[in-house]
Each structure stands twice: as structure tokens, then as C-alpha cells.
């Protein structure tokens, strides 16, 4: 039998039916109905989640716990001022009548209509904390001391947070937040931290609910592919489709489609610039090939939406506009625009890694 190397890291039973409890309960909520997550039931799983998912990473490597220094000093003063946000978070007591951030944060995430494209945003705290734990060996090798410096970024997150809450205007007490949690960092274990934690951290920006603001992306986007699909269909296809703005529509009347903004392409777009950014951190080191990646996820969003909507308007064209809704409506279709962009980014990562110069390691 082949022993385990020494710094290969092996799960006994235990941690491993702990990774299987949480991930069970992570795919029953993600899996279950937008009514049944919105109800008391639901919001206290996703609650829990969160608090059992940090529990079983520290159960897969309490040494690397042990070793963190400031740990109580941190965890204290997160919790005062996680607080601060559960109580007066919130000052916009109409939809959401509740004065927790927490809460409102939940509802964007968690919204019934289906124009909504803020679902993303209940999996960015779990993708988060999952890539520090897999630096963790990075971080913990560097010098951690409190660096009393980290006091202006948390006062910088308190005065944004103030007036996010004076102006009514939730999406600077979000970044408020998430400042103070930063500067929370810095004042534990020091600047080499915040530096070498800026990925994942950044990514909290996705946590950030888009709402009516997104509007200036999604419409470019409606228009940009419904031309696309337009000039393929008469011009490669054969197939004579009238485009008036964002609606397709059959000159004889068999059926027509409206790329409405919940079709615009936004959550393959964030899903994929989620998948690529998270790929050009963890693979390269050079800030050139991050930022390729990254530019990646628009065209490789825009092409997947392309060809889902040019295959309903295909199907629609061979069995009219019923046939078109199946497609449209079917869950497994709806995987389409994910397709060539996760193969793209995955290809093309691979392609820089053999064909580029390698990258140098970054001193730690």
C-alpha cells in the first residue's frame, strides 16, 4: 500500500462525512424553490450554512488554525461590527422592512421575479472564504503583527457607511461593509496580509445586488446579440427574421421573442467573469495574464447567449413558437451559454500556460 507523502494532506472519516453533511445542505437549499427560500425555513438553513462551512474547514486543518495569531482579537471586533449591520444596516424600511442589511441583502439574492440576476450573490461569501482557506499556507507564512494602520480603512468603512445610511442608499453601506471587514485584516495580521489577500476579497464586489443600475449593461447587451442573431440567421441560415430594437420577430407571424434584461446574457456574463477571474488568479502570477483572463469572460458571455438565442430561433423556425418555448423554458438548454465560455476560458487558460513564457513566483 502507498503511504502518503508527508505534506499530502489526507481526511479521515469524519472530516469527510462533516465535507458531505455540508454539502448536502448547501445543494438542497441552492436546489429548492425560490418561495421555499424565502421562507423562514430557508433563510435559517442559509444562515447556518455559512457558520458550518467555516466549522468544517477548520475540522480539515485545525493546525493551520492554531497557527494564526490575533484570532480572538479578530473574531471579537468582527462580530461588533457585523452587528453594527444586522441593527442599523438598513434604512430603507419599506420593501424590506427589517433594519438588518443581512435581511435585505438575502431578499435581492433571493428575489421571486424572474428579471432578477442577483442570485449569484448567495455563493460569493462560501467561494470567498473557500479560496483563503486554500491560500492559507501563503498567509500564514508571512509576518502577522497588528498593524495599527488598519484603524483608517475600518473609520473609512464607518463615514461610508454613515452616509450610505443618511442618504438611503444601501449599496454604500454593502461596500462599507466589506471595507471594514478589509481594514479588520489589517489591523489583525498586518499589510502583507491585505496585499496578498486582495484575491479572493475583491470578489465580495459581486455581493453587490445590480438592480435598476445594471440597466447600462444589460440593454448594449440585449441589442448586441439579437443584431448578431439577426445577421446570422438571414445572411448564413437563410432564415428571414425581422429585428425591431431587442424583438425578433417572423415576418409571417409564427413567433417572435423579446430578449427581455433578465435574457440580456448578465448572469452567464457574471457566473463567467466569477470562473475566469478565479482561473487567472489561482494559475498565473503576472498581472497581464490575470487581466486576459478576466477580458475573456465578455466575449466568451456574449457568444454563449448568441447561440442560445439563435437555437430557439432555429427550433422556433422549425416548429413554430411552442417549440421555441421549450427550449427557451427547459433547464437543460438553459445550460447553453456556460458551455463554450467554460471550455473557452479552460482552453485559452491552457494554451497561455504551455505556448507563454512561465510565470516567475512572486516572493512571498
Not at 38 to 46: E, M, N, P, R
Not at 132 to 137: D, G, N, P, S
Not at 227 to 233: D, I, L, R, S, Y
Request: hydrophobic fraction near 55%; charged fraction near 15%; glycine fraction near 10%.
Amino acid at each position: 500500500m502507498n503511504k502518503p507523502k508527508d505534506n499530502e494532506e489526507t481526511w479521515d472519516v469524519g472530516q469527510k462525512l462533516g465535507i458531505g453533511l455540508v454539502l448536502l445542505a448547501f445543494i438542497g437549499w441552492s436546489s429548492a424553490s425560490i418561495e421555499w427560500r424565502i421562507s423562514t425555513a430557508g433563510k435559517g438553513l442559509y444562515f447556518v450554512l455559512l457558520p458550518a462551512f467555516l466549522l468544517m474547514l477548520y475540522f480539515l486543518d485545525r493546525k493551520a488554525w492554531e497557527q494564526l495569531p490575533n484570532k480572538g482579537f479578530f473574531f471579537v471586533l468582527l462580530v461588533a461590527w457585523l452587528a453594527v449591520f444586522h441593527f442599523f444596516g438598513n434604512s430603507l424600511l419599506g420593501y424590506i422592512h427589517s433594519p438588518s442589511l443581512f435581511t435585505g441583502l438575502y431578499a435581492s439574492y433571493n428575489n421571486p421575479n424572474p428579471a432578477s440576476d442577483d442570485g449569484h450573490g448567495n455563493f460569493v461569501p462560501f467561494l470567498v472564504v473557500g479560496l483563503f482557506w486554500w491560500k492559507r499556507k501563503e498567509l500564514l507564512a508571512l509576518p502577522l503583527q497588528i498593524w495599527w494602520w488598519g484603524l483608517l480603512i475600518l473609520v473609512a468603512g464607518m463615514v461610508l457607511h454613515v452616509s450610505g445610511y443618511a442618504l438611503q442608499q444601501p449599496r454604500l453601506s454593502i461596500v462599507a461593509l466589506f471595507t471594514g471587514i478589509y481594514g479588520l485584516m489589517g489591523l489583525a495580521w498586518g499589510r502583507e496580509w491585505l496585499r496578498k489577500s486582495v484575491f479572493p476579497f475583491f470578489l465580495f464586489v459581486f455581493c453587490i445586488p445590480l438592480g435598476g443600475p445594471a440597466n447600462f449593461i444589460t440593454f448594449p447587451l440585449r441589442l448586441m446579440v439579437t443584431w448578431m442573431v439577426a445577421m446570422t440567421a438571414h445572411w448564413i441560415l437563410g432564415i428571414d427574421i425581422v429585428r425591431m430594437g431587442t424583438q425578433l420577430i417572423d415576418p409571417t407571424g409564427t413567433y417572435q421573442y423579446d430578449v427581455a434584461a433578465a435574457c440580456s446574457g448578465i448572469r452567464s456574463l457574471i457566473v463567467i467573469f466569477l470562473l475566469s477571474t478565479c482561473y487567472g488568479f489561482i494559475v498565473f502570477r503576472t498581472a497581464t495574464k490575470r487581466i486576459l483572463m478576466i477580458l475573456l469572460a465578455v466575449p466568451f458571455a456574449v457568444l454563449g447567449n448568441f447561440l442560445r438565442l439563435l437555437l430557439i430561433i432555429i427550433v422556433s423556425e422549425m416548429g413554430g413558437q411552442k417549440w421555441g418555448n421549450y427550449v427557451h423554458e427547459n433547464w437543460l438548454f438553459s445550460l447553453v451559454p456556460y458551455l463554450p465560455a467554460f471550455i473557452g476560458v479552460f482552453w485559452v487558460g491552457n494554451w497561455m500556460e504551455r505556448r507563454w513564457k512561465p510565470d516567475v513566483k512572486e516572493p512571498s
